[in-house]
Structure formats: C-alpha cells, structure tokens
C-alpha cells in the first residue's frame, strides 16, 4: 500500500508519505543502552515516547547494518551508541536512512595523520573506500558542546548523505538533491554568497566549497536554528525539508 501511495504523495507535497513505517515491529535497547542515549543526546529528551521508540529501532538496525572498529582506541558500547544517535539524530525524517555509500566507521582517539593528504584530520568521509573516520575527542566534543555549532558526526555524515543522494533512488535520496540543488544556488551566486559571508553566522570553513557548506549549514540547522531561522529563514527551509523534519518542532514539542 505505501508503494503506491509514495509516488503520488511525494509528487503533490515533495515529501515522502510516512518516514517511520516498521510493518515487522521494533527492535528494542536495553535500558542502560537508553540511559546513554537519553543522558547525552537533547534531540532524543525532547521526542515523545513513541518517537524514541521509532528511535530506539533505528539505534539497534544501524548498528547491525555498519561496522564500528578502533584504531587505538577501544570500542565499547557507549562509543558504538553515542555515534549511532548522531547518524539517526540527522537521518529521523527519513524513510530510508540506512544507506549503502558506507560500511565502517574507524574510530581514532584523537586527530589522526593521513598519508594521502599529509594532513592531520579529525573526521573525513572516503566513498571510495566506503568509510567514515572519526577523532573521538572531537566527536565527543560536538556532543557534550551541543550549542558550539561544531558537531563532527553530523558533519562526516551529512557527507555520506549527499554523496548517497547522487546515487540512490529512493525518494529520501531524491528529496536530499533537490534541496540541495536550492541551496547550491546560493553558493553559485555571488552576490547572495557575498550577502551570507556579510552575516559572520557561519564559520569560515563553510565557504571552502559547496559540499562542506552544506555540512556546515547542517551543524548550524542542528546546534543554532532558532538563530539559523531568523537570520536565514529560506536555507532553515531547505534544510528541514532535505532531511524530512522541522528540528524547531521537535524542540519544542514533547
């Protein structure tokens, strides 16, 4: 039945029809797997019931599906579930969230060298070799600052997520790229990038080029929107409607 009603609903809202459809029941954390979640993640406080169950479902199945491994650094389970929330914190508005374009996460303690780049990076996302890395300290970090506007797990993944949108045809994938193309318009033009540098809201890192603008505007969207709303009101837009949900909306409604 949703197969069919998806293509007309999608075609008449831009938006798919229902984002949490579990037609073979949820899978279930254990309670100190929800202590962790609860105590760390604000997103996850400010769902009602039902929705952290939606939640919790979507903990379980991402770490079913991706591999999370250490590089000097031991992987215990506060670690595999705090990385989980992220990804699901990011991807709560869609239907499919589980996407193909990565397979492991590789956990470094802290800033790690590349020999490719000859850099030291705290997180990158590489769809060739389908990984995503991550420095602890600083994912950490993004967590326990959540109003810094710096949260590197939404940064990596929301990497992963356009990479993906390119390639799948899901409705989510397709919904994600056509925001994006709006919101790449803004960056094309110069006068409206010129008009946003003006603001001094973003960090300068966004304007590096237009995939880690859309990283960065995505951290923003999730650690400042009440600002982001009112000084940039159409890429708030966009953004809640590339990934399915209002963040305001679930802030402020138990």
Known sequence: MIVIIDPIYFLIFTKIFAAHFYPFGKLKLAPSDINIIRNNIGFYRNLPQQKRLNFDHRVCKFLKKYTIVGN??????EKQ?????????LTFGMRSYLIPNFKTIIVYPEAYYNSLTQNYHKGEYNPFAKLIALSWKDFLHGIQDPNDNYNLGIHEFAHALHNNSSKSKSFDALNFRNYFSEIEG???????LENIQKEQFFRDYAFTNKFEFLAVLIEYYFESPNELKKIFPKLYKNISGMLGMDVLKIIHKK
């Open 186 to 192: 803004y960056y094309k033009s110069p006068s409206q």
């Open 81 to 89: 579930l705090l990385i989980a929330a992220i990804y699901i914190k």
């Open 72 to 77: 000097e650094v031991e992987i215990d389970r």
